[in-house]
């Protein structure tokens, strides 16, 4: 969860090629889309029976909204509330349906080495990147952050017992805005199914899961070009897949010249940059919507040269990296899948995992 309002740029994070190839189908395309998480969310289902399809939208839009609420980070919500109590040093309860998503970061959390923290809230927060309006646009305070950094609050200092979270450091404030669409996405997909729907594609500003098929062709999916306008490349879907991108276009300032975005490095507290190269986004194609999200973050704060190690612990194959100068830096299994729309293509350099 970022921001509440952002420009929706549709054409951005789904491209659906030749939209009604099928001329002889009954079937055809119900969508809708709103904005939630701070982002665009788009709904797509290819079906034949158009009062299903408008029953599943409105009923995934409800669950979909209540999730924004549950999980909110800075308005009053039943996150904040936990987090009060945390800070206070007291136990708190955790509502049932958050219990999984906590389980899961927690879980993430270790395999990302903590690149993946969800407890750095507070840090998010002396950024100003949990605000309705714009973000701050001068860097905190260094001392301010170095102060927050030293506290060194992790997942791991929270404990959970049925639906009772207590943590060891009051410093540790969960912030679930690297992870909470791709969940919220897996949750709405599972919904859809159990209605009945089985060819669809829910997007959450760039954080996607497709399910079978666009008609007799498979989904094709956009990956948005960080540094302009259009669509960057594009990847067709296999049956059930997701497909997350972080970037550092999605919230930030400028300070004396230089971009000031919401990935955090939760080993300096400063947003994370690149080494050799300035990252500029991060995708990820995994089975489950929640892990790839948490991947996307992780391997954005761990740069070149970690990025490699974190995919191997995450168990994640298909990783595009692109870097501030628009040069592309890929696995081999995502080359493999990849055709740029981008002409002329950009620099691409294939790096295999260890
Ligand atoms: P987006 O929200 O644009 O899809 P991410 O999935 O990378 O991008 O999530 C970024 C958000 O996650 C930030 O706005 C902040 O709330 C939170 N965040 C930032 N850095 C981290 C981090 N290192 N670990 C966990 N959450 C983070
Ligand atoms: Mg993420």
Same mark, same amino acid.
């Given at each position: 969860?970022?921001v509440?309002?952002?420009i929706p740029?549709?054409? #951005?994070v789904l491209?659906?090629?030749?939209?009604?190839?099928c001329?002889?189908?009954? #079937?055809?395309? /119900?969508?809708?889309?709103?904005?939630?998480?701070?982002?665009?969310?788009? $709904?797509?289902?290819?079906s034949?029976?158009?009062?299903?399809?408008?029953?599943?939208?409105?009923q995934?839009t409800a669950?979909l *909204?209540?999730?924004h609420h *549950?999980?909110h &980070?800075?308005?009053?919500?039943?996150?904040?509330?936990?987090?009060?109590a945390l800070?206070?040093?007291?136990p708190?309860?955790v =509502?049932?349906?958050?219990?999984?998503?906590?389980?899961?970061? $927690?879980?993430?959390?270790?395999?990302?080495?903590?690149?993946?923290?969800?407890?750095?809230?507070?840090?998010?927060?002396?950024?100003?990147?949990?605000?309705?309006?714009?973000p701050?646009? @001068?860097?905190?305070?260094?001392?301010? +952050?170095?102060a927050?950094v030293t506290?060194?609050?992790?997942?791991q200092?929270?404990?959970?017992?049925?639906?009772?979270?207590?943590?060891r450091?009051?410093h540790a404030?969960?912030?679930?805005?690297?992870?909470?669409?791709?969940?919220?996405?897996? %949750?709405?997909? *599972?919904k859809?199914?159990?209605l009945?729907?089985h060819?669809? $594609?829910?997007?959450?500003?760039?954080?996607?899961?497709?399910?079978?098929?666009?008609?007799?062709?498979?989904?094709?999916i956009?990956?948005?070009n960080?540094?302009?306008?259009?669509?960057?490349?594009?990847?067709e879907a296999?049956?059930?897949e997701?497909? %997350?991108?972080?970037?550092?276009?999605?919230?930030?300032?400028?300070?004396?010249?230089?971009?000031? /975005?919401?990935?955090?490095?939760?080993?300096t507290?400063?947003?994370?940059?690149g080494?050799?190269? !300035?990252?500029?986004? !991060?995708?990820? +194609?995994?089975?489950?919507?929640?892990t790839a999200?948490?991947?996307s973050?992780?391997?954005?704060? #761990?740069?070149? =040269?970690?990025?490699?190690d +974190?995919?191997?612990?995450?168990? +994640?194959?298909?990783?595009m990296?692109?870097d501030?100068?628009?040069n592309?830096?890929? @696995?081999p299994a995502m &080359?493999?899948?990849?055709r740029?729309?981008l002409?002329?293509?950009? @620099?691409?350099?294939?790096?295999?995992?260890?």
């Open positions: 969860m970022t509440p309002v952002k740029r549709a054409w #951005a491209l659906i090629l030749a939209l009604n190839a001329g002889t189908q009954p #079937a055809q395309l /119900h969508q809708r889309q709103f904005l939630l998480f701070g982002t665009l969310v788009d $709904i797509s289902i290819w034949a029976d158009k009062k299903k399809a408008e029953n599943a939208i409105a995934i669950d *909204e209540k999730m *549950e999980w &980070a800075w308005h009053d919500s039943p996150l904040t509330r936990l987090n009060k800070a206070a040093g007291q708190g309860t =509502p049932p349906p958050m219990i999984p998503l906590l389980q899961k970061s $927690i879980a993430l959390s270790d395999a990302s080495d903590g690149l993946f923290n969800p407890a750095i809230g507070k840090l998010i927060n002396v950024w100003g990147f949990q605000q309705d309006d714009a701050n646009s @001068t860097p905190p305070d260094a001392a301010r +952050i170095h927050l506290q060194q609050p992790t997942m200092d929270l404990t959970l017992a049925q639906d009772q979270i207590t943590s450091n009051p404030q969960l912030d679930f805005g690297a992870i909470a669409k791709g969940y919220a996405v897996d %949750l709405a997909i *599972e859809l199914r159990t009945g729907i060819n669809a $594609i829910i997007n959450a500003g760039g954080n996607l899961r497709a399910i079978g098929t666009h008609g007799d062709r498979p989904w094709r956009g990956i948005r960080p540094r302009g306008p259009g669509v960057l490349a594009s990847i296999r049956g059930d997701s497909m %997350l991108t972080s970037g550092d276009y999605e919230r930030f300032f400028e300070y004396q010249g230089k971009r000031y /975005h919401h990935i955090i490095d939760p080993r507290g400063y947003p994370a940059r080494l050799a190269s !300035v990252t500029a986004s !991060v995708t990820v +194609i995994y089975p489950d919507a929640a999200d948490a991947a973050t992780a391997l954005f704060v #761990a740069g070149p =040269p970690r990025w490699r +974190i995919a191997k612990k995450m168990d +994640i194959q298909y990783i990296i692109v501030d100068k628009g592309v830096t890929m @696995t &080359a493999e899948r990849v740029f729309e002409k002329p293509a950009p @620099t691409v350099s294939i790096v295999a995992l260890p």
